[in-house]
């Protein structure tokens, strides 16, 4: 974590974060407890809870809970168990959050429909995923959103990076940890050609994979065309291929009935935040029988003998069954923390009532605390080369339009 740590570093002394009631909702691992750590130290006071009930380190929530922190989270949550620990970071004595870092928005989601009096009284939310963003903004258009809220998902530094990078590496390790699959020659389909799914396609072309890829944006569509890859219906190739993938953030992307045509032996996971991109609901019948073959891994097995191999019963298969690269992580945690200073120390009325992006000079400062790592050197511009593409020296170095 060099650039959260560097961070750390910089921002110990002066404590921007002195004051700060922060209630965080995220996946409780050990990078995470970097981060916690951090806000800490630069002056913050935590209560945090996990935001999937599968991907707690238990380690690392005993660790943190045995150093007086107060955690609520652990691997393996009933949904009653999740929503209790969320209750328990907003209501204790004498706390009243003035800040929420989340992760899908559930937390924020608590707040506003239980306390809303709270919710009110807010600084800021910090938010993380696609889901929690959209979330916000739907609050935002229907005039309901009654604090400052910073969308860090579509920080350049956190989607390029976590969406792309992170999944490139983790959809590999995830697969290959649960099934010990061999990837060469295999028929892949990927749905979503979004950050995460173009990091997931690749890493599997890379590896000799036949990679399908099921999109809804014509973008997106022509942009998996570009890079090689066969765009079809799920349909088209429902019956053939031997892993199904879903990256869209979006619900019932794989149905029942396409699972009912999946072949034997195929196996289906979601990169997506939500657990319902792959219809899993529809799959607890009497006709059907489910076998527990390892954690995180069910057959599930048809009258007929056919067997699917669910991961994570559809829920986020790299945060439940492998490990996400630490720098990577580094890169959003930094990122999480930057937005957190800066709706927390900026002046009144910078902020209105609404959903920001982190200021585009954050973003590129993210990234230059990063740089140290790969000994990376960056050319300064002169003055007249400034003055010659209108941009200050010392940055922004590219319009908010600018897509990377
Ligand atoms: N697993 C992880 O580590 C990880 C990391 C970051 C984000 N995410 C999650 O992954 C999901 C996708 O994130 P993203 O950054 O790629 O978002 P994105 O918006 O860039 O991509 C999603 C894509 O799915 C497409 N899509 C939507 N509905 C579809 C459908 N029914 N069929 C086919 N395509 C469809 C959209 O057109 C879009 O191109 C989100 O839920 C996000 O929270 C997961």
Redesign the pocket.
Known sequence: MPGLMLLRKRNCTDKPLEGAKIVGCTHVTAQAAVLIETLIALGAQVRWSACNIYSTQNEVAAALAEAGLPIFAWKGESEEDFWWCIEQCITADKWQPSMVLDDGGDATHLLYKKFNGTFNTLRGVVEE???GVHRLYQLSKQGKLTVAAMNVNDSVTK?KF??MY??RE?ILDSLKRTTDVMFGGKQVLV???????KGCCSALKGLGAIVYV????PI?ALQACMDGFRVVKIEMVVKQIDIMIT????KH?VTREQLDRMKNGCIVCN????NTEIDVASLRTSDLTWEKVRTQVDHIIWPDGKRIVLLAEGR?V??SCSS?PSFVVSITSTTQAIALIELYKAPPGRYKHDVYLLPKKMDEYVAMLHLPTFDGHLTELTEEQAKYLGVNKNGPFKPNYYRY
């Open positions: 995923s696609v889901t989607t976590d969406n992170c999944c983790s749905s979503g050609y979004g950050e995460v799914g099921a999109e809804i944006d997106c990256c869209t953030g979006n992307v990169m997506g935040h939500s986020l790299n945060l996400v």
